[in-house]
């Protein structure tokens, strides 16, 4: 099994200016927004997170606390029949 390279907020910064500015070439324009709005966003949670845990030390080990990145609910409503919607949203 492989390990997980550790992530950087810098290098994730990076890739979506990368991705943004087309240096990427062989990907489709919607497939670079896509990937640079999950850059930014993973970038964002990383930053989120380091904030929440200098704020309570040791609060995510020892209570089992959700990281932001896991606690995110579901943007999606539901139908009464319990079923998803197909559109956006």
């Known amino acids: 099994m492989t390990t997980p390279s550790p992530v950087s907020v810098e290098g994730l910064l990076l890739t979506?200016?990368?991705?943004?500015d087309g240096e990427l070439a062989d990907?489709?324009?919607?497939?670079?927004?896509?990937?640079a709005c999950l850059a930014l966003?993973?970038?964002?949670?990383?930053c989120a997170?380091?904030?929440?845990?200098?704020?309570?030390p040791g609060l995510s080990r020892t209570t089992g606390a959700p990281s932001c990145s896991s606690c995110a609910p579901s943007r999606r409503r539901r139908?009464?029949?319990g079923r998803r919607p197909s559109g956006p949203g």
Request: proline share 3%.
């Open 79 to 81: 139908r009464p029949d």
């Open 16 to 20: 979506a200016h990368r991705l943004l």
């Open 41 to 46: 966003r993973t970038a964002l949670e990383l």
């Open 49 to 56: 997170d380091r904030v929440l845990e200098a704020a309570t």
């Open 27 to 35: 990907a489709t324009t919607a497939g670079r927004y896509r990937g």
